[in-house]
């Protein structure tokens, strides 16, 4: 059964903003650290930005000073707020919870961002 469901991509301009929404349907994800990867044509996935539980957040250097992560536990979601986008972050963005045995995954979100 689907575990995570992304929504909110879509297709923007370079320097626009997207924000991207991830639900989890297992409570068990309030104690997973979730985040978000994408993978860009032709490339392999790559890991975006992560929270965990206690709200501890990492990012890729790429997307530094430019996305935002949040999540919040109650409704078990995650969410990705996208500014200053770039034609290099077109990819398909997928959601993820992780644990240190078990990893899900959502079906991914396409953002298509031109010059």
């Known amino acids: 059964q689907v575990q995570l469901v992304e929504s909110g991509g879509g297709a923007v301009q370079s320097g626009g903003s997207l924000r991207l929404s991830c639900v989890g349907s297992e409570p068990i994800f309030r104690t997973y650290v979730m985040g978000w990867y994408r993978q860009p044509p032709g490339m392999p996935r790559e890991w975006v930005a992560s929270?965990?539980?206690?709200?501890?957040?990492n990012y890729a250097s790429s997307v530094k000073d430019r996305f935002t992560i949040s999540r919040n536990n109650a409704l078990i979601t995650v969410d990705l707020q996208m500014d200053n986008l770039k034609p290099e972050d077109t990819a398909k963005y997928y959601c993820y919870a992780s644990a240190s045995r078990t990893q899900s995954w959502g079906q991914g979100t396409q953002v298509t961002v031109s010059s």
């Open positions: 929270v965990s539980s206690g709200g501890v957040v």
